[in-house]
């Protein structure tokens, strides 16, 4: 596990890939971009079991859950977890989002993106998109945690 240094203010932010996903490239990529913007980040690399995510992120309490997924099985896992991750009263409320190759059959998939939000994400950003819409989603939660 690997924690980025960040100026006052930012936000404490788990990075994180689904259990079945072994690349680690947009991980790094992810806590690179947030340390850039000012955030303290704890990189929990590649295949990580849903009870090392659980453990962690109770032991951390973080100010956003950052799920990556480059291998397509992203939506699939993502429905597994985010229940897990709601069941737990200390991260019931914990910013989640979750973003990739989230399918294999492409993005653009309207169901796979609104059943992940039903599920209890609270962004989704499929593969092919620009980094803007993430980029101003942190810049919002940052804004909320600072009132």
């Given at each position: 596990m690997e924690h980025g240094n960040a100026e006052d203010g930012g936000?404490?932010?788990?990075?994180?890939t689904v259990a079945s996903d072994s690349h680690t490239w947009n991980l790094v990529f992810l806590q690179l971009l947030l340390e850039e913007m000012?955030?303290?980040v704890t990189n929990l690399g590649a295949c990580v079991p849903?009870?090392?995510l659980l453990s962690?992120?109770?032991r951390i309490v973080p100010d956003l859950i950052v799920i990556s997924s480059v291998n397509g099985h992203g939506h699939q896992e993502g429905l597994r977890v985010i229940p897990a991750l709601r069941a737990c009263p200390e991260l019931?409320?914990?910013p989640t989002v979750i973003g990739g190759k989230?399918?294999?059959?492409g993005a653009d998939d309207p169901d796979r993106e609104r059943s992940l939000l039903s599920a209890g994400f609270d962004a989704v950003f499929e593969e092919g998109g620009s980094v803007a819409?993430?980029?101003?989603?942190?810049d919002g939660l940052r804004s909320r945690v600072l009132l």
């Open positions: 936000l404490d932010v788990v990075v994180t000012g955030h303290r849903d009870a090392l962690e992120c109770r019931r409320r914990t989230l399918g294999i059959a819409p993430f980029r101003e989603f942190v």
